[in-house]
């Protein structure tokens, strides 16, 4: 991803340490067992606290008497460009070839953007929006006591308070049943207060993209109801026109009325609001009667919604859980107050609450789609890169844990966002390449078309965004073992991916593969300015990774014989891994180019990001050379401060894990872990701002392969464990194979294990070194010092412990 602007490093905690002097030395208000608190409102929507239901969103800004929550729907792009074919770059391909294996690489990333101006290709992405906002005022008094709140195991989002009028909680979550955003209100004094929808307020520099976008934006209030209607300028064939949304008021006690467009509340007892929100695709046939149907057949009960939305909810956040055995009174800290503390030393507590909060936040915001950079939220009509799907690297990072850390269901949506712009994936591949199979872009949002035509960031040339999406097809079938997913679904994706190499690729004067044009994100080389490349170790990766899915699938399966013997033979043509004269990985396997480190992504690491590359694995020489290549990395990061785009530490993190560096693996969480997080404890795209997912996913991902690793057939126990840990216990976790491990403790020397696993097997158990089995070894069998061979009953719990020597 390319630059953000820079902001201060958690803004407003100036005056959050003033204010300490007004709070009392313990919490007021309970904090959640897995969750936080927190001692002040948000200072900016950055810092709210979320919920969502992976399809609704909410931003709750905390306020006690003047409060605004902004809500969000997942499929909320806003329409500003009409459908268009790509350009056709496939006319110019021999053109742009003949420049980059001249040398001429500037030239070269021109050649797209001389096409586009020719085709008068001007559309871009439509950009991520905020539904609206509901604005809630209460009778304002002197607040002597303050929190809130987010229950992880519940998604409620809570503000509670204490003023001169009494002691009163608003609680809220998004339910997954009913797909609604459920509001209460509840004191011990009297609830008076209004209620209204209204837009999310425009920037002067905001005016010229909403006002030529955007027409009616009217919120209303009538009898019970609130409602809200947008409608679009631009109506496009098959897409949005607009959205509704609808709430429905339950008051116990007291009474309302309408002033205006607001629901005036008085002497309540409790104040209950549901509002649903539903994107049109027909606006001049209006949804609302349909809402107000579906919001008056519920039960107004928070209780019972809740426990509705609880039990779908808990049961994806609770089967995996971290403990470092942190200090019980850290884990009661405000979440300023841990931040604050992580600038000295990182707390264990801290390490844990981010954990739980990444799982939440992509637990909350995956669902109608993958998560987008603000996963379901928004709080801006302008999103940084339109609040897009991101391909090379930020999506991936979001998704890292879901699999790996037990939400296999959550999946899906990445897979159906995918095959439904399949049609569109084909013709980037036709237009831009002139091949068979499929290209999917660096950048997307409600379409799946290239867009990015820059001589900078020229991002039409890298053909990898296929291969990486294809990657996590096969990966959901080597945790789950669905068979029909992978004949239904991940090798049918496989087959297209693999269709584009066998058009692309070109033979070169040594008899391997020449991927030209080639691209790694979205660095250049140290000797040149222009980002268009050849070979790029990142893309030849992805291709070995392709090819060697598919023959996998491919046998599995027992078909394409005559395919799998092709896909043999481009395989061993490809290029292989070089190390750099100064003993790193090389980044591009061509002469010529020099390596550059001072760069925020690590994209040659490609091959260690998850199952890793068995050319990597089996050679001690590739093996030292990345681990020099995250050195220089790292050695960049370290004097950015950890610098922007977090999710390229998650890509450092992993590489590390997956070599064994539990030092280098342990410094990156630790920066991951106190400097992208919000008091909301929402991630950051940089240093303390910019709100984004990333490593809400990527973050839990490299702690879970700090503590295992998998690859069919093989179960690896504690292989980067740090020092800075030494007792602890994980639960829940996935393993390629069809296992969970269900318990994996450690203390000192100690270790044990519960495996589970859904078929029966044999595994290669190994752990970080020598080593004794200490209890029951039944089915266990010592293969050298470090392995055992394990065998694993279907459906039934294997429990080890071992004593490390």
Not at 262 to 287: G, M, R, T
Not at 361 to 379: H, R
Not at 608 to 622: M, W
Not at 680 to 691: A, D, Q, T, W
């Amino acid at each position: 991803m390319r630059k953000g602007g820079a902001f201060c490093f958690l803004a407003g905690f100036f005056f959050l340490a003033l204010a300490v002097r007004a709070q009392p030395a313990t919490a007021p208000f309970a904090t959640p067992v897995r969750g936080f608190s927190s001692w002040q409102p948000a200072a900016s929507w950055e810092h709210a606290l979320i919920s969502g239901n992976g399809t609704l969103g909410a931003l709750v800004m905390g306020q006690p008497h003047d409060e605004t929550i902004i809500l969000s729907h997942g499929q909320l792009f806003l329409p500003l460009n009409p459908p268009k074919p790509p350009i056709n770059q496939a006319s110019r391909l021999p053109e742009i070839r003949q420049l980059l294996l001249a040398g001429k690489y500037t030239e070269a990333a021109k050649v797209p953007v001389d096409e586009r101006e020719k085709e008068g290709f001007t559309i871009g992405r439509d950009p991520f929006m905020p539904a609206f906002d509901l604005r809630l005022t209460q009778s304002p008094g002197n607040v002597r006591r303050y929190q809130r709140s987010t229950n992880f195991q519940t998604g409620e989002a809570t503000v509670e308070w204490e003023d001169s009028h009494g002691t009163f909680q608003r609680r809220l979550f998004v339910s997954r049943p009913d797909s609604m955003v459920v509001l209460s209100i509840k004191g011990t004094g009297k609830i008076n207060g209004r209620l209204r929808f209204e837009h999310r307020p425009i920037e002067w520099n905001q005016w010229q993209l909403v006002g030529g976008a955007v027409g009616e934006m009217r919120g209303q209030a009538e009898g019970q109801w609130l409602t809200y209607r947008s409608e679009f300028k631009n109506k496009y064939p098959g897409g949005l026109q607009g959205y509704e949304g609808a709430g429905r008021l339950v008051l116990t006690g007291g009474s309302a009325r309408v002033e205006q467009n607001d629901l005036v509340v008085s002497d309540a007892d409790e104040v209950l609001l549901l509002i649903k929100i539903k994107p049109s695709y027909n606006y001049s046939h209006s949804q609302l009667p349909q809402l107000k149907q579906e919001l008056g057949t519920l039960n107004a009960s928070y209780a019972d919604l809740l426990a509705r939305h609880a039990k779908v909810h808990g049961a994806l956040f609770n089967r995996a859980r971290l403990d470092l055995h942190a200090p019980a009174t850290d884990r009661q800290l405000y979440s300023e107050e841990l931040l604050l503390k992580a600038r000295t030393e990182v707390p264990l507590a801290l390490v844990e609450k981010t954990f739980d909060a990444g799982r939440y936040n992509i637990i909350s915001a995956m669902g109608a789609n993958p998560p987008n950079l603000q996963g379901i939220w928004s709080g801006t009509w302008t999103a940084p890169w339109s609040g897009d799907f991101t391909h090379d690297g930020n999506i991936q990072s979001a998704i890292g844990s879901v699999l790996n850390s037990n939400m296999a269901e959550l999946m899906p949506a990445y897979f159906r966002y995918h095959e439904r712009l399949l049609p569109t994936y084909r013709e980037n591949a036709r237009r831009l390449y002139g091949t068979r199979g499929i290209h999917v872009p660096v950048h997307t949002s409600n379409t799946g078309l290239d867009t990015d035509f820059g001589d900078v960031w020229c991002l039409t040339l890298w053909t990898g965004g296929a291969g990486w999406t294809a990657n996590a097809f096969f990966d959901y079938y080597q945790y789950t073992g669905d068979q029909q997913f992978l004949a239904q679904h991940a090798y049918p994706f496989l087959k297209e991916t693999a269709q584009f190499y066998e058009d692309f690729l070109t033979l070169g004067k040594d008899g391997h593969y020449v991927f030209n044009p080639s691209y790694s994100p979205e660095n250049n080389p140290a000797n040149g300015t222009s980002q268009a490349a050849l070979n790029a170790t990142m893309d030849v990766m992805i291709a070995k990774q392709v090819l060697r899915n598919s023959i996998l699938a491919a046998n599995t399966l027992r078909t394409d014989k005559a395919q799998v013997k092709k896909w043999q033979a481009m395989l061993a043509k490809l290029p292989t891994y070089e190390v750099s004269p100064d003993g790193t990985l090389r980044e591009w396997l061509w002469p010529g180019f020099e390596e550059n480190y001072k760069h925020r992504h690590a994209s040659h690491l490609y091959g260690l990001y998850d199952q890793v590359d068995p050319e990597i694995g089996d050679s001690p020489a590739l093996r030292a050379a990345a681990n020099r290549a995250i050195v220089e990395r790292l050695k960049f990061r370290q004097a950015e401060g950890g610098g922007e785009m977090a999710f390229g530490l998650v890509q450092l993190g992993l590489a590390s894990a997956h070599l064994g560096d539990a030092e280098k693996a342990h410094q990156l969480t630790e920066w991951l872990a106190s400097k992208y997080w919000s008091t909301g404890m929402g991630s950051f795209h940089n240093v303390g701002n910019l709100f984004n997912t990333d490593i809400s996913g990527g973050l839990p991902a490299v702690l879970i392969e700090m503590l295992t690793y998998s690859e069919p057939g093989l179960v690896s126990l504690l292989p980067a464990l740090p020092a800075q840990w030494p007792a602890g216990e994980v639960q829940g976790v996935r393993l390629r194979g069809q296992i969970e491990v269900k318990s994996l403790r450690w203390d000192g020397q100690q270790v044990a294990v519960t495996l589970h696993s859904d078929a029966r097997q044999s595994v290669r158990l190994q752990l970080p070194r020598a080593s004794k089995p200490t209890g029951p070894s039944s089915g266990l069998r010592r293969s050298d010092a470090m392995h055992y061979q394990v065998n694993l009953p279907a459906g039934q719990d294997v429990q080890l412990a071992f004593l490390l020597q």
